[in-house]
């Protein structure tokens, strides 16, 4: 019992900086990960470029649930504003010439993360995979600092190997990870010393111990790797929500598939197309978020009528099969009983959000670790992928027959059973697992004070 005593006394006065890479898809479950530690009684100062916190400062009932978040404004150096202004602080909308000054720029701000390490004095800083500057900047002040890995299939690259799926299917991830240069090292190279930076050989990621089975035993490198669950978004209130919870409320339970491709993948013009008459062949009711390219791209086609094929939205609208959205309360439709499918890009975040709420998954990659991720869930057997031809990513005649396989016929069966089940497992040992890494990090400070 005085165990207990000493380990929440500890955690209620530990106080942790945390800085994720810039991008949403990390910012996200860095965030997720701060509210769960700050529920434990952990002080958190969440530090980002303010237009990465701006959701965050947005959130209404931010301060009454999560009174021990601190948001922290990291600026990026002004030498770099010219090219790269505030609000390309963050990889949403930014041009993909200038995804490398954003990374220069990150790098560059080390100087302004020492001071502020300096003025909030933390126990421990945890970090991202592209920022090992990060981890120097604690060391050189004498504080802790371990790696979140926010995607599950890093834990795959080696030191130069990488899964034979992602060298014969994915040249744009393999330039990325071996030959795209910033500074001098490629994303590989700082994600290998991010590992070896990280406090007491320990290393946090974004997983489950079941998806970890999957993995069988981690590289060497990566030491004591800790699952710290899913940290799915919890389903929050926004304004408008109510006319698609209006709508979803009258369909029949596991009948509606939601379609989004996150908020930084796109599908070309053809594709748009492809799915929506994939959709009108399937006969099933849909909830479909559909995104441009950001406005450097001027000559996409900017209004959903225009990128639609003609007449569709109408159809749609009089027969009431389905909600065309540019946004959409993600977590709170996959939730909801309506819910059967979940037609995704397979990024981690919405692949993870998917198996927490039970719904299977119609898998479309579109690039980086997303195939990988797609294989995982299908071989997990709470998955379906559309088969691509050599020519187009997706054909409407797939999509429909992968829709009406996940959501209707007999033999989607067994996916929507084991969609279920792996629900009810994790929901049983989220808290389990996430004790064992809180527990983690407060012998590694613990250890250190010592």
């Known amino acids: ?13 530990m106080s942790i900086v945390m800085m994720p890479y810039l991008a949403h898809g990390h910012v996200s479950p860095f965030y997720e990960l701060a ?98 500057w990060a981890a120097e900047a604690a060391r050189e002040l004498n504080i802790e600092a371990v790696l979140f890995v926010t995607g599950v299939q890093s834990q795959r690259i080696k030191s130069g ?42 290393v946090l990621i974004k997983s489950t111990t079941e998806i970890q089975a999957k993995f069988g035993k981690p590289a060497d490198i990566f030491g004591d790797l800790v699952p710290v669950g899913p940290l799915v978004q919890r389903p929050q209130d926004h304004d408008g929500d109510e006319k698609i919870m209006d709508w979803l409320n009258k369909k029949e339970a596991s009948s509606v598939v939601f379609i989004s491709f996150g908020s930084e993948n796109f599908l070309s013009q053809e594709e748009i197309e ?87 998954i119609i898998a479309i990659p579109l690039k980086f670790d997303q195939p990988l991720n797609a294989n995982l ?16 990513r997706i054909t409407r005649q797939e999509v429909a027959k992968a829709i009406k396989t996940v959501v209707v016929e007999e033999q989607g069966k067994e996916v929507r059973r084991k969609a279920k089940e792996l629900s009810e497992n994790w929901k049983k040992k989220e808290d389990q697992e996430f004790h064992v890494a809180v527990q983690k990090l407060l012998q590694l400070v613990q250890q250190s004070k010592n």
């Open 274 to 360: 492809e799915m929506a008459h994939g959709l009108e062949l399937s006969n099933v009711d849909f909830i479909w978020v559909v995104r441009f390219h950001g406005e450097h791209n001027n000559n996409d086609k900017k209004t959903i009528h225009e990128a639609l094929p003609q007449g569709f939205l109408d159809r749609i609208q009089i027969q009431e099969k389905g909600l065309i959205l540019d946004w959409a309360p993600q977590a709170k439709i996959l939730e909801h009983k309506s819910s059967g499918g979940f037609v995704s890009h397979c990024g981690w975040n919405s692949t993870l959000e998917a198996m927490m709420y039970g719904v299977p």
């Open 1 to 13: 019992m005085s165990d207990m005593m000493e380990s929440n006394k500890q955690e209620k006065s």
């Open 377 to 392: 869930v299908v071989d997990m057997g709470v998955a379906i992928e559309v088969p691509a031809t050599r020519e187009m």
């Open 161 to 202: 190997t990488v899964p034979k799926e992602v060298t014969e299917s994915n040249k744009e991830m393999m330039d990325y990870l071996f030959k795209n240069t910033v500074n001098g090292m490629t994303s590989t190279q700082r994600f290998l010393k991010c590992i070896t930076s990280s406090s007491g050989n320990t």
């Open 35 to 132: 509210k769960k530690l700050s529920n434990k009684g952990f002080h958190i100062y969440f530090c980002s470029t303010p237009i990465c916190l701006e959701p965050m400062r947005n959130i209404n009932h931010f301060d009454h649930d999560h009174m021990n978040i601190q948001l922290i404004d990291l600026h990026l150096p002004s030498s770099f504003h010219q090219e790269l202004p505030p609000h390309y602080h963050s990889t949403k909308n930014l041009p993909p010439h200038l995804m490398n000054t954003l990374l220069a720029a990150f790098d560059a701000s080390k100087p302004a993360f020492s001071d502020i390490l300096k003025t909030l004095r933390p126990e421990l800083v945890i970090y991202d995979v592209f920022q090992p």
